[in-house]
């Protein structure tokens, strides 16, 4: 079986046992990760319904990528300018493709929010000082 998942901005085609460099994710060396950003998975020449399937992945490592050199230069006025630039990178072994998607809490936050609106308009206004002391 196979999936296409999005992370970092880009695609990758990943089956289980494959191993992917994608931009930096948090995490240490044999960290699990989830990419629940399933775009599309599919067995043999069938494709299937990638609503709420998760890719599992392990880390191998956290690396940067090759020195890229950024080098300008205008013709005839003196101006050169150079720069490198490594990108971070993390390297995945995809170890299963399927599973259940983890359920957002979404709901209970939206009953809390309904019995703090509830808790809200049974508190009683306090008197004011001032009023008693005309009442004397």
Do not use: C, W
Not at 20 to 48: H, M, Q
Not at 81 to 88: A, I, L, M, V
């Amino acid at each position: 079986m196979f999936a296409i998942v999005r992370t970092g901005g880009k695609q990758y085609r990943v089956a289980a046992g494959d191993k992917i460099a994608v931009e930096k994710l948090p995490g240490n060396a044999g960290d699990t990760v989830s990419l629940d950003d399933v775009l599309l998975a599919g067995d043999g020449g069938e494709v299937k319904d990638a609503k709420g399937l998760v890719v599992s992945a392990e880390i191998i490592a956290q690396e940067r990528g090759e020195k890229v050199i950024v080098f300008k230069k205008r013709r005839r006025h003196n101006y050169r300018r150079k720069q490198g630039h490594r990108q971070s990178l993390t390297l995945l072994r995809i170890t299963a493709v399927g599973g259940a998607a983890p359920k957002k809490a979404a709901a209970p936050k939206a009953e809390k929010v309904e019995a703090a609106a509830d808790a809200a308009p049974a508190k009683k206004a306090a008197p004011k000082k001032a009023a008693a002391k005309k009442a004397e």
